[in-house]
């Protein structure tokens, strides 16, 4: 980071309806670069974040700002070259763009996958499918196959199996992205029942900042490359939210003009 260059202010959560409001993800200093000696790419640079118990943080900026590798680091996939990451809520499920679900499996054998690898007894793995496929509003689709499910579908599956790993956080990187308005919409509203019932944390990538809005406590705005915290913004609004509202209008606007600022200030420099 330049010198002259601080790093923006993360404002903390007003008031929460959900007290405490203790650290689930502490991340601090976290620097991430790709290449040889000589011909380093800096895809992150001093990130500093603290996401809290309960919180639904949205990250957005313009593409190869580094949101995924942040998620991926936060994960336990990669490794920052800088910087440390605490985890202080356990291990995360992760939850990607698309399903990635065994497409030789059904729908329950998908869900039943990290139930297995966790030790859990057969019959009680069987009352657990069915209680998380019942969950995100799949009873009775549990024999099908992904091939036989919409693309809806398939990301409620994935959100199972992402719930059955029995994780208080939960990384998705922008899992409704290739998803028609409409089926979009009805998951925002099935993610949100999930969060409030569960008591999960949810850090969510996207490009959408609408999406970001209708979703969030916080959206942090990260800068194009190398990222780093731009700014970010309490979405102070009642819930439950609707995309199209001139609230939820308006307060994306907000970000989507300090996001053009970034990407001009960015192609100045190039």
């Not at 620097?31 to 949205?58: M, Q, W």
């Not at 949101?67 to 291990?91: C, E, F, S, V, Y």
């Not at 990290?114 to 057969?122: E, I, M, S």
């Not at 609230?247 to 990407?263: D, F, I, S």
Request: negative net charge; aromatic residues 4%.
């Amino acid at each position: 980071m330049p010198e002259d260059e601080e790093p923006a202010r993360v404002p903390d959560l007003p008031s929460p309806d959900r007290a405490p409001r203790d650290p689930a993800i502490e991340i601090d200093g976290v620097s991430k670069h790709y290449g040889p000696a000589g011909n380093i790419v800096f895809a992150l640079d001093g990130i500093s974040l603290t996401v809290y118990r309960g919180e639904f943080l949205c990250m957005v900026g313009a593409s190869g700002c580094g949101k995924t590798t942040l998620l991926n680091l936060i994960a336990g996939l990669d490794r920052p070259g800088a910087g440390t990451i605490k985890l202080d809520a356990g291990r995360p499920a992760v939850m990607f763009q698309e399903a990635a679900l065994f497409p030789w499996l059904t729908a329950a054998e998908n869900v039943e996958l990290p139930l297995k690898f966790n030790g859990v007894p057969r019959a009680e793995r069987r009352d657990d499918v069915e209680a998380l496929l019942e969950l995100v509003h799949l009873e009775g689709f549990g024999d099908k196959r992904p091939h036989e499910l919409s693309g809806g579908m398939r990301q409620r599956v994935a959100l199972a199996r992402a719930l059955a790993q029995r994780a208080e956080v939960v990384l998705m990187d922008e899992p409704f992205g290739s998803l028609d308005a409409m089926t979009r919409d009805l998951l925002h509203d099935e993610l949100e029942r999930l969060w409030r019932e569960r008591g999960l944390t949810i850090v969510f990538v996207t490009h959408d900042v609408r999406e970001a809005v209708r979703l969030g406590d916080r959206i942090v705005l990260l800068t194009s490359r190398p990222g780093r915290v731009a700014e970010a913004f309490v979405v102070d609004l009642d819930r439950p939210r609707q995309i199209g509202t001139p609230e939820v209008g308006e307060v994306a606007g907000l970000v989507v003009e300090r996001l053009r600022q970034e990407v001009r200030r960015h192609a100045a420099d190039r």
